[in-house]
T-cell receptor
Framework: TQLLEQSPQFLSIQEGENLTVYCNSSSVFSSLQWYRQEPGEGPVLLVTVVTGGEVKKLKRLTFQFGDARKDSSLHITAAQPGDTGLYLC???????????FGTGTRLQVFP | DTGVSQNPRHKITKRGQNVTFRCDPI?????LYWYRQTLGQGPEFLTYFQNEAQLEKSRLLSDRFSAERPKGSFSTLEIQRTEQGDSAMYLCASILTGMGTGELFFGEGSRLTVL
């Protein structure tokens, strides 16, 4: 069974701080996606990374896919209250077409 | 068509009753997924369809759960003889495979509460 563990599980910070969320697995994934989910809504895709070692930047968010394609990180610079939400990583499998979601990191940014 | 639509958004039922959720995907999307999510956790895969064919079911899906996508468009997820452990958010997502961007679009979910 492929599992994606995210850390930390909860993160509560002040506006302006930097943070990193980690997504780790013992399995190799064909691709890695990051989603953000707000209460009462479905997850919304932020980014897809497909190449080992790939780094993508989306404004204040930086995403990295590990060289071995088993892990990923999301770094947010100068967090804002609008960044508050549940962050989910999700791995694409070589063997099936289903997306495996991580355990989630709940971020709260206070003004 | 503005996105994936799920109905009902909320369902409260008594233990032992049957419930059915409907998902209308983005119209040209050929693949449809069902996931279950409990509070603060990541979504768990339940099943998925490629057009009308159900290609994979999770072992989480007991015999009380059944899903259909009869014409390759909308899908239904039925839970028979509901149990309190079935209380969760049921998420539907669709994607256009082959020629699309690879982005999975989620609906807002159907929240089930079993009393």
């Amino acid at each position: 069974t492929q599992l994606l563990e995210q850390s930390p599980q909860f993160l509560s910070i002040q506006e302006g701080e930097n943070l990193t969320v980690y997504c780790n697995s013992s399995s190799v994934f064909s691709s890695l996606q990051w989603y953000r989910q707000e209460p009462g809504e479905g997850p919304v895709l932020l980014v897809t990374v497909v190449t080992g070692g790939e780094v993508k930047k989306l404004k204040r968010l930086t995403f990295q896919f590990g060289d071995a394609r088993k892990d990923s990180s999301l770094h947010i610079t100068a967090a804002q209250p609008g960044d508050t939400g549940l962050y989910l990583c999700a791995g694409g499998s070589y063997n099936t077409d289903k997306l495996i979601f991580g355990t989630g990191t709940r971020l709260q940014v206070f003004p | 068509d503005t996105g994936v639509s799920q109905n009902p958004r909320h369902k409260i039922t008594k233990r032992g009753q049957n419930v059915t959720f409907r998902c209308d995907p983005i119209s040209e999307h050929n693949r449809l997924y069902w996931y279950r999510q409990t509070l603060g956790q990541g979504p768990e895969f339940l099943t998925y369809f490629q057009n009308e064919a159900q290609l994979e079911k999770s072992r989480l899906l007991s015999d009380r759960f059944s899903a259909e996508r009869p014409k390759g468009s909308f899908s239904t997820l039925e839970i028979q003889r509901t149990e309190q452990g079935d209380s969760a958010m049921y998420l539907c997502a669709s994607i256009l495979t082959g020629m699309g961007t690879g982005e999975l679009f989620f609906g807002e979910g159907s929240r089930l509460t079993v009393l």
